[in-house]
């Protein structure tokens, strides 16, 4: 019974969802006065979350621009055997909100139950980067996922491994395509946008068509787990709708003479070799805390570590991440 509860659930609220198809004066499908909720992980109900505001506000926004209806309360759970995990069919980890990624076996049978009868896995914070350090955001092209979660899932399915997902793959476009617009940022097309140089990176390096770094696992055939570097900083909007917290860009810039330059510069952190997605190797040189300063990229070419802070910036950025964030709950509805 609780195999087609499940399967169910993921049906209807597929076919609720707007996905840019249906004509503009079609009649939307019924849905049900109880909105779809979401589960939340937090192993600790007391401890400290980073982002609180990030769930609520993005299925807020969910509610407001797709068909599909969500609980914007998120459901909490602090185990992974607790009964109402088979009543709902996405399971949301924030990975940074745990006090640790330690279960027992039994809740890691009944992860793995779950997800073989339908259950959807979104682990966000699940990629780390060791050159960022602990507390300097997401990752820049890192396709592993962090040991604890690679440590974890080996024991919930250890014939499995977690593989990259491809720019080209369906989460990336079930509803948003491409990067946002000024237009998606509510700032005025006249005005704060973003520098040429920043945009030019972004399109073409950071987010290329809109993408991210995800890793996934599928179960019988369907994606059942995601794992991506943290996007909830980018959901959450404050009691006047303004986005929080300020988000900044760190982009590679370079210019005369660097190539000769940064050969012969002194450093004090470390260097770290990191995998690209075309399976080169980049070195990044650090300072201390591990921040990132320069890399020396696969075509000998270096290039410096920028930052980039301001509202055009900030924007943008929760803009991109709301918009991911909505095509992977939304991806998850329909597969």
């Not at 109900?45 to 769930?55: F, Q, S, T, W």
């Not at 399109?203 to 995601?226: D, H, M, N």
């Not at 995998?275 to 410096?304: C, F, H, M, N």
């Amino acid at each position: 019974m609780k195999q087609i509860n499940l399967f169910l659930l993921v049906i209807l609220f597929g076919f609720c969802l707007n996905l840019r198809t249906v004509h503009a004066q079609a009649t939307p499908p019924a849905i049900p006065e109880d909105g779809l909720r979401i589960m939340q992980l937090m192993k600790n109900p007391n401890g400290i979350r980073r982002y609180p505001d990030a769930l609520p506000s993005l299925l807020k926004m969910m509610n407001e621009q797709t068909w599909a209806k969500f609980d914007t309360d998120p459901l909490f759970i602090s185990e992974l055997t607790d009964e109402r995990m088979f009543e709902n069919p996405i399971l949301y980890v924030n990975c940074d909100d745990q006090s640790n990624l330690e279960f027992s076996p039994e809740e890691n049978q009944a992860l793995r139950r779950y997800m073989e009868l339908g259950g959807f896995v979104y682990l966000d914070a699940g990629i780390k980067a060791s050159f960022l350090g602990a507390d300097l955001g997401h990752s820049y092209a890192a396709w592993e996922e962090r040991p604890e979660v690679k440590e974890w899932f080996g024991q919930v399915f250890p014939e499995k491994a977690f593989i990259p997902l491809d720019r080209s793959h369906d989460l990336f476009r079930i509803f948003f395509k491409g990067l946002p617009k000024n237009a998606d940022l509510k700032i005025e097309a006249s005005q704060k946008r973003l520098p040429a140089t920043v945009l030019t990176f972004v399109e073409q390096e950071k987010w290329p068509q809109g993408t991210y770094s995800f890793v996934g696992i599928k179960v019988k055939g369907r994606l059942a787990c995601v794992a991506s570097p943290i996007c909830a900083m980018g959901w959450g909007r404050d009691e006047f709708g303004n986005w929080i917290p300020p988000i900044s860009f760190r982009i590679r810039e370079s210019a005369e003479n660097f190539d000769e330059n940064l050969k012969l510069a002194s450093f004090t952190g470390g260097t770290f070799e990191v995998i690209r997605e075309d399976g080169l190797k980049d070195i990044i040189y650090s300072e201390p805390g591990q921040r990132p300063a320069w890399v020396q990229e696969p075509t000998g070419r270096w290039r410096i570590f920028k930052y980039y802070s301001g509202e055009e910036i900030s924007n943008y950025a929760h803009s991109f991440y709301a918009r991911l964030g909505m095509n992977v709950f939304l991806y998850a509805l329909l597969n």
